[in-house]
């Protein structure tokens, strides 16, 4: 830990930002490489919803005899091989009566929420059955094709959201923040005031779960279920980096996701039918 950072009560000190910065990085870091050591990870719609227990011992069963069929020589008649043929068959019967199982109470739960006028919970699982996966990235954006010029055109329109609108109107706030940060009553507040681990905890348990990661992988659940040390981390990390006014580089930035207002609309045009939302590590 950066103990010198940690201790100093120095206002506006600048001395440790690097130091603080080395901190966050390293927490991020022992957070990922806890999570990938501990925590197992498959690729995504690897497990099938429709899977149940019964399943998997016929599965094993396939597995045991045609092990067996094939330490006597694969043989084509004969007990072992029809055996075999049995197991074959009674599991790929299975595994078509799951999948008719799931789609009829898929059905029944429709045929539900359209008895009971609820519309918007019918379409949200519709959505979440049938139009999940049927959108595809644009290859042509504003006339132009190719995923090297789409993605130029992408980050000449987003250039313009850090940008002022008007060079005066930011020149003055900037001088107000100026002014105020170098207010001595402003950074006694700061220099006064300590994050708990109880503050941290606190914020934690509100924090919604299974969200998107940021650029450093790190999800809520990491948080979570980092353990109580975490917490204690966190808190000596957020009240220095007040103390110093300062944030780590990775909180300046932001990932700009462009989704569709209207997933019928246009996509080859990025002004019309298309709503940003930004994610942010903070």
């Known amino acids: 830990m950066p103990l010198d950072a940690l201790l100093c009560k120095d206002s506006g000190c600048q001395k440790h930002n690097e130091e603080l910065e080395v901190y966050y990085n390293d927490i991020v870091q022992s957070l990922d490489a806890t999570a990938a050591e501990c925590v197992l990870s498959v690729k995504s719609r690897v497990h099938k919803f429709w899977w149940t227990p019964e399943l998997d011992e016929l599965k094993q069963q396939c597995i045991d005899i045609s092990t067996l069929w094939a ?31 799931i789609d009829r109470h898929f059905n029944d739960n429709l045929y539900e929420k359209l008895c009971k006028k609820d519309e918007v919970s019918f379409w949200r699982a519709w959505r979440k059955r049938f139009c999940g996966n049927s959108l595809k990235p644009t290859n042509t954006l504003n006339s132009k094709t190719g995923t090297d010029n789409v993605l130029f055109e992408f980050t000449e329109y987003y250039k313009g959201v850090a940008q002022p609108h008007n060079a005066n109107k930011n020149a003055n706030i900037a001088s107000e923040v100026d002014l105020l940060m170098t207010a001595d009553n402003i950074i006694m507040n700061y220099l006064g005031y300590q994050v708990t ?39 000596l990390l957020f009240t220095s980096m007040m103390h110093h006014c300062f944030v780590p580089s990775e909180f300046c930035k932001g990932i700009i996701l462009p989704l569709l207002k209207n997933k019928h609309g246009d996509a080859t045009d990025i002004n019309i039918d298309v709503q940003n939302i930004s994610l942010y590590t903070c």
Not at 210 to 235: F, M, Q, W
Request: glycine share 6%; charged share 25%; proline share 3%.
């Open 197 to 235: 681990a109880e503050d941290v905890d606190k914020c934690i348990s509100k924090m919604k779960l299974h969200k998107a990661a940021y650029l450093d992988n790190i999800t809520s659940e990491h948080l979570r279920y980092g353990g109580p040390h975490l917490a204690v981390h966190l808190c």
């Open 71 to 101: 330490s006597i020589g694969r043989p084509r008649s004969g007990c072992i091989n029809q055996e075999r043929l049995r197991c074959k068959y009674q599991y790929k019967q299975a595994i078509k009566s799951a999948m008719q199982d």
